[in-house]
């Protein structure tokens, strides 16, 4: 069986542009989370959808942005880059909404910003 | 401000030896407190999670203990092996939202 599934790999992108990731859950998962990881640091929570709707947003600003589809995929768009968005985004997905279930990793899009 | 810091930096620890990493939160809402092993170029892999009824909990290898007043909890590994080498983070998170917060990583180095 799949995991979680994760595209581009790597992205290279210079300053105010704007990127697309995506994410593909496990099978029969419904919640879909991302977060960024800096380099050296552990990841940070970025957004949580289940069932396509937004249940949790981390501090991050308003260029972020996210949205699941019906089968349960996501995107996370980020607007006008800066050098500081670059990091290993991540995305988790889960059975259930709750915080006591297991959350898969995926292998991360490396974002880097020129 | 960090809800849940961890330590050491990284740690080098002889074939066959335990390595302790140590996390501390602050946040007393957080329920569910796991453990993740990431390789590099991989995603975090859940290793071992514990709640906070119960100190401790064993799963081969890996060791959670966990001290409720304190607000610590850290992971064991017992008979370290280099294929043990990774970074590893502690997390917690509350039980009715599935936002979890990271410690900021160990990387672990196993010797042979």
């Given at each position: ?22 994410c593909?859950?496990?099978s ?12 050296g ?8 959808y289940?069932e ?7 501090n991050f ?8 589809f ?9 607007n006008?880059l ?5 990091a ?5 997905s ?13 292998p ?7 | 401000?960090?809800q849940?810091?961890?330590s ?10 335990i ?8 946040n007393t ?5 796991p453990?993740?092993?990431q ?7 859940l ?16 060791t959670?203990?966990?001290n409720?007043?304190a607000?610590?909890f850290?992971?064991h ?8 080498s990774?970074?590893y983070?502690?997390a917690?998170s ?7 917060y990271?410690?900021?990583g160990?990387?672990?180095n196993v010797k042979?």
């Amino acid at each position: 069986d799949a995991g979680v599934t994760q595209s581009p790999t790597h992205l290279i992108k210079t300053r105010g542009q704007q990127v697309t990731l995506r994410c593909s859950p496990i099978s029969g998962h419904k919640s879909v989370s991302w977060y960024q990881q800096v380099l050296g640091q552990g990841p940070q929570f970025i957004f949580q959808y289940y069932e396509k709707e937004e249940r949790g947003r981390g501090n991050f600003p308003d260029r972020f942005s996210a949205r699941q589809f019906p089968n349960y995929s996501s995107e996370l768009n980020v607007n006008a880059l800066l050098l500081g968005d670059s990091a290993l985004y991540l995305c988790a997905s889960s059975l259930r909404l709750a915080g006591d279930n297991e959350q898969f990793f995926g292998p991360g899009t490396r974002l880097t910003v020129l | 401000q960090q809800q849940v810091k961890q330590s050491p930096q990284s740690l080098i620890v002889q074939k066959g030896g335990i390595s302790i990493i140590n996390c501390a939160y602050e946040n007393t809402a957080f329920d569910y407190f796991p453990w993740y092993q990431q390789f590099p170029g991989k995603g975090p892999a859940l290793l071992i999670a514990i709640r906070p009824d119960v100190s401790e909990k064993k799963e081969g290898r890996f060791t959670i203990s966990f001290n409720k007043s304190a607000k610590q909890f850290s992971l064991h590994i017992m008979d370290s092996q280099p294929g043990d080498s990774a970074t590893y983070f502690c997390a917690a998170s509350r039980n009715n939202f599935n936002k979890f917060y990271f410690g900021s990583g160990t990387k672990l180095n196993v010797k042979p």
